[in-house]
């Protein structure tokens, strides 16, 4: 089941580091996040729904709050809108009058926000963009959305286990396998 209140302080704490940030740069870094989370603990973060849309893997939900798109609770709006402001239609800071606990993240959630922020904070948009375009489970549908085929496509969480050659987010394989377990639930 998805958090929303997960994801907003997720946003939240990544903005309090960063200062301010667009929508995809943001985007990105909780898609990073999720799979760092992944790889090592078997979870993501958010547990959000990804699709591979043309500018790369995306939170269905991150993106829905980054719209301040009131289709979630009013309680969830109120949430986000006293934590994020949005600059312009695309550009978010910190609220810095906000007071947050962070009690819907977990040490281990924080770890990997914290991990993200320092590989890939200073990376733009683009080049997030850029290099999320490389994971296999966006690649894979490239021709489809490069040639208009298809708007998006559904990621399976099991997908995000995947890494690069000299990713930062790689751990051993066995570790992954250990990991997929967790996320399926078939132990051996």
């Not at 939170?59 to 402001?85: H, M, N, Q």
Request: zero cysteines; aromatic letters at 12%.
């Amino acid at each position: 089941m998805i958090e929303t209140s997960t994801i907003i302080e997720a946003l939240y704490y990544i903005l309090k580091k960063l200062k301010k940030a667009d929508k995809i740069k943001l985007v990105k870094l909780i898609y990073l996040a999720d799979k760092y989370h992944l790889i090592r603990y078997g979870r993501t973060i958010t547990n959000d729904d990804y699709y591979a849309m043309e500018h790369g893997p995306v939170g269905t939900t991150v993106k829905d709050v980054l719209s301040f798109d009131p289709f979630f609770s009013k309680k969830g709006y109120r949430y986000a809108a006293s934590l994020i402001e949005k600059i312009d239609e695309n550009h978010f800071s910190a609220n810095p009058k906000a007071k947050v606990s962070f009690d819907m993240l977990s040490d281990t959630d924080k770890e990997s926000l914290d991990f993200i922020i320092d590989k890939f904070g200073t990376m733009t948009s683009w080049q997030l963009r850029n290099y999320t375009h490389q994971y296999p489970e966006w690649y894979r549908y490239e021709d489809m959305l490069k040639n208009k085929l298809t708007k998006r496509e559904r990621i399976e969480t099991k997908e995000l286990l995947s890494t690069l050659r000299n990713d930062p987010l790689s751990m051993p394989r066995r570790h992954v396998k250990e990991s997929e377990k967790i996320l399926t639930g078939t132990f051996d």
